[in-house]
């Protein structure tokens, strides 16, 4: 590979950042975030030596090298190129994302601190849905992600917390409608979050934890009544075989949100924003 970047960086023609439509590059066509997927720090830096522009290529599903770095936590690499490419940091991805929001949603606070250090007013990172960091992290449930960005300085925390998105959903919305019980826990708790805020659809979170609540109820009731008649089929059809399934011993977790937690979460969430 070394022997093939180096014939890339010694010439002098120009490699194209995006493809002759203007579009991102294929998936696999940029040198940079082979690199970062390799994690290979020394290929990065030599390539920024000698060719600093690559560091700005795109490809289609990845974003730009910081969203891929992002997106994988390759924390030397999210560091190289925030020295290197500042400007990847104010672009968005096929999702509409900033790299601090894929470090967020991927849960990657050692990431995020890199980020905060460099831009200390995450409110100017509104993704396309109008989702700040902590929209971002209560989404997809990571934990200490929402626990690190509620510990810092309140210039910093107090105009997240509360922030509606297009949706007029709130950080708390966000974990009550993914049945994130413990993201949500850590929102609940602080003083701070306002939890009797309505979103568009005029629901408050502790509304839709309630509705997600009474959903997946209905679809387990559904599907437990499915599969009751399949044994009962199963056994008439033949009665003999011994292979019929008993439902009390079947393995149903992947037709069965209850066998999973799922409707304990939501009633558990529920109480806990109404005991609040």
Do not use: W
């Amino acid at each position: 590979m070394y022997g093939i970047l180096d014939d890339l960086l010694n010439l002098r023609a120009s490699f194209p950042i995006k493809s002759e439509d203007g579009d991102a590059l294929p998936e696999g066509k940029s040198p940079v975030h082979a690199a970062i997927k390799q994690r290979n720090r020394d290929i990065l830096k030599k390539i920024g030596k000698k060719k600093p522009e690559l560091l700005r290529l795109t490809e289609e599903e990845l974003g730009n090298s910081l969203h891929h770095a992002s997106s994988i936590g390759f924390l030397e690499g999210v560091r190289f190129l925030l020295r290197n490419f500042l400007n990847g940091a104010s672009e968005t991805n096929s999702e509409g994302n900033y790299p601090i929001h894929v470090a967020c949603k991927n849960g990657y606070v050692d990431l995020l601190k890199e980020f905060l250090d460099i831009f200390p007013h995450p409110t100017e990172f509104l993704n396309r849905k109008g989702q700040n960091i902590l929209h971002a992290a209560a989404e997809y449930g990571q934990v200490n992600v929402v626990r690190y960005i509620l510990e810092n300085d309140q210039k910093i925390v107090q105009p997240l917390l509360n922030e509606m998105d297009e949706d007029g959903n709130t950080p708390l919305h966000l974990a009550a409608r993914y049945g994130h019980l413990t993201a949500a826990f850590v929102l609940v708790r602080d003083m701070r979050v306002d939890h009797f805020i309505v979103n568009h659809e005029n629901l408050t979170p502790y509304e839709i934890a309630e509705q997600q609540s009474k959903s997946a109820e209905e679809e387990f009731e559904e599907v437990y009544e499915m599969l009751v008649k399949e044994q009962k089929n199963s056994k008439n059809s033949n009665p003999s075989n011994g292979k019929a399934v008993d439902l009390n011993k079947q393995d149903t977790k992947k037709a069965s949100p209850k066998d999973d937690g799922l409707i304990i979460n939501y009633f558990k969430l529920a109480e806990a924003f109404g005991s609040n």
